[in-house]
């Protein structure tokens, strides 16, 4: 099995020349999991780097796993770059669980959602993560804009939390599962 740092150096190598990034069977990879480990973690740096790649790439279409990694929210604010593109149909799954994330990376990742609501996530996951009422606030309305979202995963959420998810998802009528 190839290491989280040479898988991600390959993808972002294909995905840059707009093209879907290949195992080294030459099999097509079905998604992008980089699910940091305790010696092996992405930085925001390469969160940077693979946006760029994503903005670039009109063909890999499938999920991302970056749960782990410690990111902060400037890997959320260069993710943000690749969702609200026009056009873009990256990601259908996006994984940021266990992150160093505050409120800043809901708002980032539900604009982005909320600029580009045709965006086919259909599932967005930010496990063991406090979003705060901010960020919270932000991600319910992106999942009221866009459809296509049917699963969330909001994190850790509060009692003021549950009051606007509550308030917020009353006239929701798209989202599948919902999990805090």
């Known amino acids: 099995m190839t ?5 991600f150096e390959r993808d972002v190598l294909f995905l840059g020349k707009g093209e879907i990034p290949l195992e080294n069977s030459g099999r097509e990879v079905p998604h992008l999991d980089y699910s940091g480990e305790e010696h092996e ?3 925001d740096r390469d969160v940077c780097r693979l946006s760029e790649a994503l903005c670039a790439n ?3 279409v499938g999920s991302l ?6 990111l902060t929210d400037l890997a959320a604010l260069h993710l943000a770059k690749a969702i609200e593109q ?7 799954k996006l994984d940021l669980s266990d992150n160093k994330f505050t409120s800043k990376a809901g708002v980032y990742i539900g604009s982005a959602l909320i600029k580009n609501p045709e965006y ?3 599932n967005l996951t930010f496990e063991n993560v406090y979003l705060g009422e901010d960020g919270l606030v932000r991600i319910i309305e992106a999942v009221n804009a866009n459809k296509n979202i049917l699963k969330l ?3 850790i959420v509060t009692d003021c939390g549950l009051e606007i998810l509550a308030e917020k998802l ?3 009528t798209s989202l599948e599962e919902i999990i805090f």
Do not use: D, H, V, W
Not at 65 to 70: F, H, R, S, V, Y
């Open 170 to 172: 009353q006239t929701n």
């Open 65 to 70: 796993e970056l749960q782990g990694n410690g």
């Open 153 to 155: 995963n909001c994190g």
């Open 3 to 7: 290491s989280l740092p040479g898988r």
């Open 41 to 43: 973690k992405l930085s």
């Open 120 to 122: 086919p996530m259909y």
């Open 86 to 92: 026009a056009g873009s149909r990256n990601i259908t």
């Open 58 to 60: 009109n063909k890999f």
